[in-house]
């Protein structure tokens, strides 16, 4: 394909979607008594969970350690942790210590809800005391030090809240059902000028073979 032929391909395409787009507009509209109504229906799917933002520094250890190395690596934690508790930059020793990739970025691991976390871990973020360095938590995946930086309780989002997320999803399913509902039509009448164009005009009466003379 020649870059031409790809770009009349393209700006066809942009014309088909154009013609749908209009010709559906319409039935894609989305009224507030709908939104109203989806809305109280899925309540559960606006319910905003519990939520922690935390960084933490992971001194790793592998599940066949043995104890003397899993004694070195909480040895190193314990020493991270006091040079933490000192005044040492959190972002500065993770990027210098730990051996998780969220290192890289600080330790910062952003916000999670519960459940998304192993549960030692999550024990602790959504426990300990906002921007203290906590005590050290050993999970499946070695030791860390954890700081928890915010938490937001759950909630309800409301209607207001939840708008805009509604109009998209529910236009959004509006246009696809009209679009093929729009894309019959047209395959319809097809097929009805298809089957006119396809009897012969004014053919005249066809006439009976004439019988062969018996041998």
């Not at 899993?70 to 500065?92: I, P, V």
């Not at 509604?166 to 019959?184: F, N, P, S, T, W």
Request: glycine share 6%.
């Amino acid at each position: 394909m020649t870059v031409d032929s790809l770009k009349k391909e393209m700006t066809r395409d942009m014309r088909i979607g154009k013609l749908l787009e209009q010709e559906t507009a319409e039935k894609a509209k989305v009224s507030d008594e709908e939104i109203e109504k989806f809305y109280n229906d899925s309540r559960e799917q606006f319910r905003q969970p519990e939520q922690a933002h935390a960084r933490h520094i992971l001194f790793k250890t592998e599940p066949d350690a043995d104890d003397k190395t899993k004694q070195e690596k909480k040895a190193a934690a314990e020493a991270a942790r006091k040079q933490l508790t000192e005044g040492a930059d959190f972002a500065a020793l993770a990027k210098e210590k730990s051996d998780c990739p969220s290192g890289k970025q600080g330790g910062d691991l952003g916000n999670f809800e519960r459940g998304n976390m192993v549960k030692e871990f999550e024990d602790a973020a959504f426990s300990q005391k906002l921007n203290d360095i906590g005590p050290i938590v050993e999970t499946k995946f070695g030791y860390h030090i954890i700081q928890v930086l915010e938490r937001t309780e759950a909630k309800d989002k409301t209607l207001a809240e939840s708008r805009d997320e509604i109009v998209g999803y529910m236009k959004q399913r509006k246009q696809r059902a009209a679009v093929d509902g729009y894309l019959e039509e047209l395959q319809a009448k097809a097929k009805i000028t298809d089957a006119d164009d396809a009897k012969p005009a004014d053919a005249p009466d066809a006439k009976p073979a004439a019988a062969e003379p018996a041998k």
